[in-house]
């Protein structure tokens, strides 16, 4: 399995926009060629079930929204550092996340895409193989919740014993 929605709705969107808008250039981090900015547990507190998975299973060190211009894909690949990830996206809905299995002569098989819903958090397997496309001219942000040391399998088990997790 790739990626599950939450039953969550989430109630701080309007929250991470404006400090979307209000971060200058300066403050955007790069780290593995990503561009982000980081958070804090106190911007979750919006979210109470979300805040309290990020303290019981988390790392309040890797809250983050990540940027993405329009018009640009990101190459296929496994996350290095950590194990699954829940994200939302914020921005820039004409844009998708792809997984897919490496097949020989550099094709991949099995294509299964996340089109992101409004204000929907996802637990995604970010040990599995993924790219991220923009297609429109509008930059693509997403809310990142890193879980290192949790695996896809672990967290999912979490959700579902805290009724966080849609069955679909």
Not at 4 to 21: A, G, H, M, P, T
Not at 27 to 54: G, N, R
Not at 56 to 74: A, M, P, T
Not at 95 to 124: V, W
Request: proline share 3%; with cysteine; glycine share 4%.
């Amino acid at each position: 399995m790739y990626y599950k929605q939450l039953n969550v709705s989430s109630n701080i969107i309007d929250n991470l926009k404006k400090k979307i808008e209000t971060t200058t250039e300066d403050q955007w981090k790069t780290t593995l060629e990503q561009e982000l900015i980081l958070l804090t547990i106190d911007d979750f507190s919006p979210d109470p079930a979300i805040k309290k998975l990020i303290t019981d299973v988390g790392n309040i060190n890797r809250l983050s929204i990540f940027r993405f211009f329009g018009k640009e894909c990101y190459n296929w690949h496994i996350d290095a550092i950590r194990e699954s990830s829940i994200n939302m996206l914020l921005t820039g809905f004409d844009s998708m996340c792809i997984f897919g299995n490496p097949a020989k002569n550099r094709r991949f098989t099995d294509i299964i895409r996340l089109q992101h819903e409004p204000a929907q958090y996802y637990i995604m397997n970010v040990k599995k193989m993924h790219t991220v496309y923009n297609f429109g001219d509008e930059t693509r942000h997403v809310l990142s919740i890193g879980l290192p040391s949790i695996t896809y399998e672990g967290a999912c088990k979490y959700l579902q014993d805290h009724a966080l997790i849609l069955n679909k």
